[in-house]
């Protein structure tokens, strides 16, 4: 069982296009976090959201607590966006999807 | 540079040998953890700390030692390696566990490990 859902798992885009990716979640929480992993590299903290929504350049998060659902955008997608997006619901310890893998073409 | 140091950045092990990878951070972060990332998995905690002398165990705990003498300090120990440990490894830590948004958390940059 899977507390935390993602979608998709993998996403090509080209450069410019607008992307969106879900989180679906079961556990009760009073935050969210997306994080972001390159390749080969660490993994860092985009956002945390506790409700509505969050902008930081062309990343934007919002979060449904009711539906227990999260959604990142990114507006204008460049090939440098390209990188590994996870969900985190953090409880007694934090519960991660198993990320989705987005590839921005040029 | 504050943050989570985790040292060493890869390593090859053959099956039954022993290492500690390290990981110190100098935020006076309360909480620290340690994953394992393997492919189509996700992260998995190993084990976790909610401050000095306290440990306790995740998801995966089993072949893995740790221990938190100081706030700073969360090492983990492999006591005989299996293959079955190949992974990225990486260490976290957030400023409060009991608040329930983990605020703070940041990730070392990860240990490679391969064992043959």
């Known amino acids: 069982k899977n507390e935390v859902e993602q979608s998709p798992q993998n996403l090509t885009a080209q450069e410019g296009e607008f992307i969106t990716i879900n989180c679906s979640y079961s556990?009760?929480?009073?935050?969210l976090h997306w994080l972001q992993q390159h390749p080969g590299g660490g993994i860092v903290s985009l956002f945390m959201?506790?409700?509505g929504k969050k902008k930081h350049g062309r990343l934007i998060a919002t979060i449904n607590i009711q539906e227990k659902h999260s959604s990142l955008h990114i507006t204008a997608s460049h090939p440098r966006d390209s990188a590994v997006y996870i969900c985190?619901?953090?409880?007694?310890?934090?519960?991660f999807g198993t990320g989705t893998s987005l590839t921005v073409i040029p | 540079n504050a943050g989570v140091t985790q040292t060493p950045k890869f390593q090859v092990l053959k099956t039954g040998q022993s290492m500690t990878l390290q990981c110190a951070q100098d935020?006076?972060?309360?909480?620290m953890s340690w994953y394992r990332q393997d492919p189509g998995m996700g992260l998995r905690l190993i084990h976790y700390?909610?401050?000095?002398?306290?440990?306790d165990q995740g998801e995966v705990p089993n072949g893995y030692n740790v221990s938190r003498s100081t706030t700073e300090d969360f090492p983990l120990r492999l006591l005989s390696a299996a293959p079955s440990q190949t992974s990225v490894y990486f260490c976290?830590?957030?400023?409060?566990?009991?608040?329930?948004?983990?605020?703070?958390?940041?990730f070392g940059s990860g240990t490679r490990l391969t064992v043959v």
């Open positions: 985190a619901v953090p409880g007694n310890q934090f519960y």
């Open positions: 976290a830590s957030s400023y409060s566990f009991l608040r329930s948004d983990h605020y703070g958390y940041t």
């Open positions: 700390s909610v401050g000095a002398g306290i440990t």
């Open positions: 935020m006076n972060h309360e909480y």
């Open positions: 556990v009760g929480i009073s935050a």
């Open positions: 959201l506790s409700s």
